[in-house]
């Protein structure tokens, strides 16, 4: 292909101009070398001059091959910043906005250059699947998605796909937030009947923390507990962790060194803001959660079939992993992973930052008793209410900021009640206090409920689901 | 540890300085930032100044974080320079001389930081093996050494310790000169009786070369059948392809991942001359090749053992990646491998370069018949006799350059006889056409010899040396 973005969407973020200009760079080399045909280099050198003016209007600075653009972190600290205007940032690592109603979502869509799930894909889910579609996508909670369209016309042809999602296990402890992503695959796993791989990627969490392998890889058992406790079907589900599936997999290494071939510093440089003072490790690891992207990583279920297309459903900071694997994709003869992202579980504290799992009182954990879920949501969660009664009786609360109504909307699945919540509390007619008892006596019983179905799983139904083999579906 | 060398020898080269800058650099923010007591802080910041001074004084600039030392290549192009007076450069990758004696090789142990192997060293491995050592220690062919006395000491007191060595599969042609570690390895574990590893980095060349994952696989295979007829036991060796081993153990990449959390970008840098634009398989390579050095690796043969040192004899240009072994494995609580070094197999036209296996001229081949070992070594090896026979009977030919005299060195066997052979070409008595003559009569048997024993080695024994299991040997 003679142009780098080969029918991708116009790169925008420094990062990825960057990025397009190194590869579009190599590109018009090659040909040069090749001694194609005149009009091919024209054309290629052409874009490389639109991306390189693009990338002065966009950074105020000439490219230059040796200094990549930083990844304009907020703050060096890692802390989120508060200060009014600042542009929303996203990556793996850091999720940050200064707004209490979250993060701009229609404006990462046009940062990241994905596509935003509309009422036409909503409707065209619930033509294909002859059902309701799933209330996270009916309200938005997954928002975003690449090529969703092509899953769809590969079930409606009877051609097989797969489910890839992942999580990465940095502790013992998981908070409701967490679940979002495995909620949503079982359903897609129901309503689709496919094959499901999740990654654990400890030795991303030994790369990054302080931790010892064998810390990483307890964490890694004791995440996919309340993992399959999310219901997943055994015989339709694989979970493994990298720091043993590396060692046990004939195909996934392979893959791994074939992604790692064909992405260089320069391009994890531009994607994930890596230094020159981060260990080997971290520079690498991407090539390891693109690799469950193709179907050949797992020979136990797909043989060595290589066409198997993957969606992937995952929190949307995950979406720069996946457009370097979508980028590497066609280099290696695979097909592209499609994406459906979901937007960020809101702290306690408000919807300026993801939950964090190091503080307690930041979100429900699955751990909490009935009482700690009553007394974190009555003291932390917080409130768009007004100050006094009598205020909020006349002008109302803000359901955009409230974080008990946010929860609601992931948790309350009856869409006339959580309509008929909103009215209320708008108008004023429901008091914070009435709000925050309907979310109590929504997330009681469902944490009640998960913690009764992880009490059943024991080490061996963990070994069984971690175990590689083949899987049962329809398409084999 | 305050001190990055931490009983090193002091590093030498603007790489090698470079990198102890960097890292001492590091050692001192920590002790900061742990409040540690004022003189630790003092003598570290004293231990950075001493190598800042050094890196101006070798490299004649400041030290700048951002800015490693590029590994002065003799030129871009990778061909080598002929320019009288230059350094000569060694790294894995290239080998370069402007002397027809070949490689300096004193100057390259100050330059790396080993030892010589001289007379001490050598009379003692005489004592603790009881037999004369190997021609090739004997001939200072192995030269240099990393710890050699620990692995003696260990050997005294009955403690265990293994041999790993490898081979990047670039192509089914191998060359003498490739035989070189493997005969002397084969020495080392008859004599020894311990368990040894072979590498067959095929992902590596797999990231080099233009080569499909299914070529590098095909070189393994073929590779290690010439390994095989070298006369290793099977019972106490165990060759593995990097491609197929790390899907296959449990141990292998966790030693792989703990090597490349505690590896910098700016470390690999230093040492092997890494840029932005290389891929990110290559940039974390290095792990690869330094975890066979930690004997977890295997679990299959050590269980879970960490404490069994290894030592690896490998050619010299191999020392940056044990260099850099050497320092992680404190970091990770493994023992340093130990080494023995060799120098290099002089090409048929010449000292100045190794050989090349895309050049059928440079070399002799495995595969070369009876006929073609006698054209190339009447034609193409470098003579060091004179150009008319008068001229050489009065003055006498030179040794040090002679190619011919160089290969006998490595392959005729009786002390005594090569002794006569150097006199009596020195002395011009010996022409060079009797000269070759000698050297083919020991070739030609050589080369036969193995192409029998090659011809004996079946998938079927290829498959049981490349099988993860037990081997026999004395300390289980």
Redesign the interface.
């Known amino acids: 292909m003679a142009d780098v973005l080969n029918g991708e969407p116009y790169p925008s973020t420094p990062q990825e101009l960057f990025k397009s200009i190194?590869a579009q760079g190599e590109i018009v080399r090659s040909l040069k070398a090749e001694k194609a045909p005149k009009d091919e280099i024209d054309s290629a050198v052409k874009q490389l001059l639109s991306l390189k003016i693009n990338y002065k209007e966009v950074t105020g600075q000439d490219y230059n091959?040796?200094s990549?653009p930083t990844n304009s972190r907020p703050n060096n600290s890692g802390e989120p910043g508060t200060t009014e205007g600042e542009e929303d940032f996203v990556d793996p690592w850091t999720v940050q906005t200064s707004s209490a109603k979250g993060i701009d979502y229609d404006k990462l869509i046009v940062r990241f250059g994905s596509s935003k799930i509309d009422k036409t894909l909503i409707d065209r889910i619930e033509r294909v699947i002859g059902q309701k579609p799933h209330h996270f996508l009916r309200r938005g909670i997954f928002f975003s998605h690449r090529d969703m369209n092509n899953i769809l016309d590969a079930y409606e042809n009877k051609k097989p796909f797969y489910l890839y999602t992942g999580r990465g296990p940095s502790s013992e402890a998981m908070h409701v937030g967490h679940l979002i992503p495995f909620i949503f695959t079982k359903w897609l796993q129901d309503v689709f009947n496919v094959p499901l791989v999740i990654q654990m990627t400890d030795?991303e969490k030994?790369?990054w923390k302080e931790l010892t392998?064998e810390q990483a890889y307890g964490y890694t058992i004791e995440n996919a507990k309340d993992i399959i406790a999310c219901g997943f079907d055994i015989n339709k589900t694989f979970i493994f962790s990298d720091?043993?599936y590396?060692?046990?997999?004939?195909?996934?290494?392979?893959n791994v060194?074939?992604i790692?071939?064909?992405?260089?510093?320069?391009q994890?440089?531009g994607i994930f803001g890596?230094?020159?003072?981060?260990?080997?490790?971290k520079?690498?690891f991407?090539?390891i959660q693109a690799a469950p992207s193709f179907s050949n990583s797992f020979p136990q279920i797909f043989k060595d079939r290589t066409d198997i297309q993957c969606l992937i459903p995952c929190a949307i900071d995950q979406d720069p992993y996946f457009r370097m694997t979508r980028d590497v994709a066609p280099k290696i003869g695979y097909p592209k992973p499609a994406l459906l992202h979901s937007s960020f579980f809101p702290a306690l504290q408000g919807a300026q930052t993801k939950m964090s799992a190091s503080d307690p009182n930041s979100s429900i954990f699955l751990t909490d008793t009935a009482k700690q879920i009553k007394n974190k949501v009555n003291k932390h969660a917080f409130s768009g209410g007004k100050d006094t009664i009598e205020e909020h009786r006349q002008l109302g609360g803000n359901c955009d900021i409230d974080v008990s109504f946010m929860y609601l909307t992931f948790f309350l699945e009856d869409d006339d009640k959580l309509e008929q919540i909103r009215q209320d509390y708008t108008s004023g007619a429901m008091l914070t206090g009435e709000l925050k008892k309907t979310l109590i006596e929504v997330l009681q019983p469902l944490i009640a409920n998960h913690q009764a179905r992880r009490k059943e799983i024991t080490e061996d139904i963990v070994k069984q689901f971690m175990t590689p083999r083949k899987l049962f579906y329809d398409f084999q």
Chains 1, 2 share one sequence.
Do not use: R, W
């Open positions: 190194t091959a040796d990549p030795d030994y790369l392998l720091l043993e590396m060692g046990s997999s004939p195909g996934f290494y392979k060194v074939k790692q071939k064909h992405v260089t510093f320069n994890v440089k890596f230094t020159d003072s981060d260990c080997i490790g520079i690498s991407p090539a």
